[in-house]
C-alpha cells in the first residue's frame, strides 16, 4: 500500500470504508477519475454525488449533507478545494464546526503537467490558519488509506492534503497511526528534520546522506499540521538542538512556519525551513524534478541541515 | 386553488399579527442594539411568519429532532427577524433578544447553529442556502426520512453565483423536498437592485434552470401559505417562490429606500416606526 499512487490508495481505502460506514457520502467536482473516488462511485453509486466543475456548490452541499448526520468526503483538486471554495470552508465548514472532510487530491506540485494553475503550495497556510480545521498530511500510500477510517471516525472538519502520484514510502502496515501524533521515523542526536507528505521519503533519504558524513539526523513526520505534535517537537529540539523543516509547499505559513511557532515559544533553536520559497513553480516532466528545482531536494535538507549544525555550533 | 380552502380568515389575521409582532419585535431589537439590517426583516416578516407558525414542522422542545423541517435564512441578515420567530416559538426566552450582541449573548450579528438553539444553519455571507439545503434535502433521500427543506434568500443575494451553482445542481439532483423562497423586495444596501446588477428577468432564470416558479405577493399571508404548501406537494423538481415584497414594509419612511437596508433608526424614528406598525396591528 505505501507503493501505491497515494490518490489510488485513498480511493481504495475509501470505497472500502464504505461499507462498513453506511453514514459515508462522497461527493466530486468532476475530478472522480482523477482523485479516484470513482472506486466509491462506482461501489456505493447511490451514496456518490458529482457537482460538476462547481467545488464552491459541492462544499455547501457537502455541508447540507453534515448536518443530517452524514460523514461527507468532499473530494476536488486541492488548488481549487482550498481557493475557489475557501469562503465556503471558512463559514459553512469551520465556522459552523459541520462535519465535513476535503479530500483535497494533487496537492503540492504533483499536478506537474498542468502546471502553477494546478500545483497547490499554499493550503497548508490556508487551511491551518481557520479556527476547527484539521489539517493531515499523509506521507505515502499507505497512510493515506489508513487516514481514511480515522478521519471518518474523528468528529470535525478535516483537510486531507493528498498527492496525485505515489510518493517514497515510509510507512509499515500496521503501524500505529492517531490524528494529532508524529511519528519519529529515524532517531538522531545531531539534528531534526520535521517534515510532512512528500518531503517524508525524501528526508529519510537525506539523513541517509548525512549519516555517511557521520552526522544523525532524527526524522520527525508530522501529519497532522494541526493540531501540532508540539511535545514530539519540543522534545526533538531539546535532543538534536536544531531543526530543518521539509513539505512540498511555501514556507510561508506552512509547517515550517508551524513548527517555528512552537519552538519559538518553547524551545528557540537555530531553524532552517526546506520548501517553496515564496515563489511560482514550473511546468516540468514529474513532480521530482520540479521539487528539486524549486528547493525541495534531497540535498536541500542535507544543506539546510548542515547550516542549522553550524548555526548551533557558533 | 385548493390549497386555499384550508385557511380561516380568522388564522389568517392572527398570522398577519404574529407578522407584526416580529417586524415591531425586530426593529426594537435593532434599534436597541444600535445594529442591524430593519428593511430586510420587515420584507420578509410575513413569510417567516407563516413559516414559523404555520408551515414548518417543528418542536421547540427538540431543536435537533431529526424530522424536523429544516430552514434556512441564506439572506441571513434577516438575523432579528429569525430571532424573534424563534424566541416566540419558544426555543429560547424573549428576554435573551434583549441581549442581542452583547459579548455572551448567544444571539450573533448573523445566526449561528452552534450558539441559537432552533437556528439549523450558520448564514450571513450570502449564498449558501441553495447548496447547503440541497445537501440536507439529498440526505433526507438517503435516510427515506420526510422532511422539507425550506432557504429563504434575498433577491440580491442571488447576484453571487454560488446561488446559481446551487440551484443549477438541483436541477440535476431535482430534490422535491426542497423550497427556496425568494424575498424579492428589489433592494440592496447601495440602491435599487434593478440599477445596482438587474437581476430581470427573474422568473425565467430560474425556470431557464428547471425549476418550478410560484410567483406571490410576499405579504398576502394567505398567498404565502398556499404557495408553500403548492410547493411541498410538487415533488418532481425543485421549486422556488418569488415573493414579491417591500423592503421595509410597514413603516411608511422606511419602505423601498435603500438607507434603511442596515442603518438602526434613531429614537424619533423608532417610536414613529412602532406608532405605525401599532396601528397596522389594530
Known sequence: MANLAMREAYGRALADYGAVNPRVVALDADTASSTLSVFFEKRFPDRFFNFGIAEPCMIDAAVGFALAGMVPFANAFAALAALRALEQVRTCVCYARTNVKIASSYAGVSDFKDGPTHHAITDIAVMRSLPEMTVIVPADGGEAAAFVSLIAEFDGPVYFRLNRAATLPVSRPGEPLSIGRGIMRRQGGDVTVVACGSMVGRSMQAADSLASQGIQARVVEIHTIKPIDRELLLQAAAETGCVVTAEEHTVIGGLGSAVAEVLAAGRPVPLAMVGIHDTFARTGPDPESIMDAFGMGVSDIVNAALSVINKKKA | ?282
Open chain 2, 1 to 282: 386553488m385548493s390549497f386555499m380552502k384550508k385557511y380561516s380568515d380568522a388564522d389568517i389575521q392572527q398570522l398577519n399579527k404574529v407578522a407584526n409582532g416580529l417586524r415591531r419585535q425586530s426593529l426594537t431589537m435593532i434599534y436597541r442594539r444600535q445594529a442591524g439590517h430593519p428593511g430586510g426583516c420587515l420584507s420578509a416578516a410575513d413569510i417567516v411568519a407563516a413559516l414559523y407558525f404555520n408551515i414548518l414542522r417543528i418542536d421547540p422542545q427538540r431543536p435537533s429532532w431529526e424530522d424536523r423541517d429544516r430552514f434556512i435564512l441564506s439572506k441571513g441578515h434577516a438575523s432579528a427577524l429569525l430571532y424573534s420567530a424563534l424566541a416566540g416559538r419558544g426555543y429560547f426566552p424573549q428576554a435573551d433578544l434583549e441581549h442581542w450582541g452583547e459579548l455572551d449573548c448567544h444571539l450573533q450579528g448573523h445566526p449561528d447553529r452552534l450558539k441559537t438553539p432552533g437556528v439549523d444553519m450558520t448564514s450571513g455571507i450570502l449564498g449558501h442556502g441553495i447548496a447547503i439545503g440541497l445537501g440536507l434535502a439529498l440526505a433526507a433521500r438517503l435516510q427515506k426520512r420526510d422532511y422539507h427543506t425550506y432557504v429563504l434568500l434575498g433577491d440580491g443575494e442571488c447576484q453571487g453565483g454560488i446561488v446559481w451553482e446551487g440551484v443549477n445542481a438541483c436541477a440535476k439532483f431535482n430534490p422535491g423536498n426542497l423550497t427556496a423562497i425568494v424575498d424579492y423586495n428589489d433592494v440592496q444596501l447601495d440602491g435599487a437592485v434593478h440599477e445596482i446588477m438587474p437581476m430581470e428577468p427573474f422568473a425565467d432564470k430560474w425556470r431557464a434552470f428547471r425549476w418550478d416558479v410560484i410567483a406571490i405577493d410576499g405579504h398576502d399571508i394567505r398567498a404565502i401559505l398556499s404557495s408553500l404548501e403548492e410547493a411541498k406537494s410538487m415533488r418532481q423538481r425543485p421549486v422556488v417562490i418569488i415573493a414579491r415584497t417591500v423592503k421595509g414594509k410597514g413603516v411608511s419612511f422606511m419602505e423601498n429606500r435603500a438607507q434603511w437596508h442596515g442603518i438602526p433608526p434613531d429614537k424619533e424614528q423608532y417610536e414613529a416606526a412602532m406608532a405605525e406598525l401599532s396601528r397596522e396591528n389594530k
